[in-house]
């Protein structure tokens, strides 16, 4: 199993950036893709990107495409969202989540909570006029 911790959430203003932290500890060589979701207050969640390991493929939804990135650094497992020109809407909680150890998931696109089986703890984004 794995254990995802978010971090880097914080304030900033219109057009600022941010980079979001997602520390992985545990049997992370069992991991089949990570991904980043954001959750609005009294929303469901929204996948926002995802890095599948397999083929190294990644997923962007149209509203961050061009603003938003997911890289890990080789040799670490902590991965990242850099995240520019911030939008009043961007602001929530971010998640990250993998979907670890079985293939049962694998019916379920990137963007699909019903994919992921281990969940971080959620950081906080504010973005303000």
């Known amino acids: 199993q794995v254990q995802l911790v978010e971090s880097g959430g914080g304030s900033v203003q219109t057009g600022g950036s941010l980079t979001l932290s997602c520390a992985v500890s545990g049997d992370a060589w069992n991991m089949k893709s990570l991904a980043w979701f954001h959750q609005a207050p009294g929303q469901e969640s929204e996948g926002v990107t995802a890095?599948?390991?397999?083929?190294?493929?990644?997923f962007y939804a149209d509203s961050v495409k061009g603003r938003f990135t997911i890289s890990q650094v080789r040799g670490d497992n902590t991965f990242y969202l850099q995240m520019n020109n911030l939008k009043p809407e961007d602001s929530g909680t971010y998640f990250c989540a993998t979907d670890w150890g079985s293939m049962s998931n694998d019916r379920y696109e990137w963007s699909e909570v019903l994919r992921y089986n281990f969940w971080g703890q959620g950081t906080q984004v504010t973005v303000s006029s």
């Open positions: 890095l599948y390991f397999g083929g190294g493929r990644t």
